[in-house]
């Protein structure tokens, strides 16, 4: 409630209450509501300014939905927000809501919001790989995209407790694209712009994160398991089914493997141990995200396909499923 009375004046939550998350006009909303088209459109505008709502332009107008708080309202109150003291609460406040809010949302969702896809280098050989698998792909299929900066790692450096990874190579696709470059929170950017930047990612040792549907995936996240809200379900609650592999896990040649450490420390969540003589990977544990066999100087590590939980074909779907698990009609 302390977030709701930061983000909403009341006029704004009794719009917000009525606005769904399929897209709508503000003249359906408003005859809804039985007020003025004109009133309740500027409302819209300034919940989509304030990153509460989503606005979709299309030849026949502009349509209106609610955004989700997590992904969603959250991201885009940094992105929304100067510096300042109302942004150092509003992170004090998300930081308080994570464990028994947005982290628990997670934890108990039956169908994960996200999924781990595979540096594309580490399975390159593979003959198996589905182009919903594979980063560049998903870059390739878009013709908006776009670049953000990291909610989670901002949200970490502001309460003080950020690593060094690289904030703005969080990426966003298709007509989200298009409104959070409308709205100055995301730097418009072509194909080998998105590239380069998975490349600085990659290099990073961050893990690719995206939306568990297999067709129009909105973002691609780089997340480290120290800031990240969804490797932190992991890291933070010891909750291994909130993110949904990918369909690899890694492996280790006894034979080959030095013992030099180098998997482990570039492992965001901590799936790898080692000992005097080899690695040894948790396998349950494992995110298939390939970053350790990119790291291994003695290419000791090789990634192994799975049995991968089945991937939504779209939002449609899943939006229902979540909705089916939460008892919302």
Known sequence: MAILREL???EEAAVASALPFKPMRAKALAKTLERPAEEIAALLEGLAAK???YRRSTKAGDYYSLLPMVPGMAEA?????APGEAKLKMARLFEDYYEPGVGKAFADAPTPYSRVIPVGRAIENSQEIL???KAEE???QHEHLALINCYCREQAHLLGKGC????DVCMVFGSFAEFAVAQGWAKPMDEAGMLDALERAE????????DNVAENVNFLCN???CCCMFLQTITRMNHLGAVSQAAYFASVDPELCTACGECADTCQVAAVRVDDDCADFDEELCLGCGQCATVCPSEAINMIRREARPVPAHHGELQAKLADARGVK
Request: proline fraction near 6%.
């Open 8 to 10: 909403f004046t009341g």
């Open 51 to 53: 990153g509460l709502a």
């Open 77 to 81: 109150q940094f992105w929304a927000m």
């Open 131 to 133: 182009p919903y698998e």
């Open 138 to 140: 998903l870059i390739r």
């Open 164 to 167: 060094d990874a690289p904030l």
């Open 203 to 210: 290099g990073a040792g961050l893990v690719h994160v995206v």
């Open 223 to 225: 997340c480290c398991g």
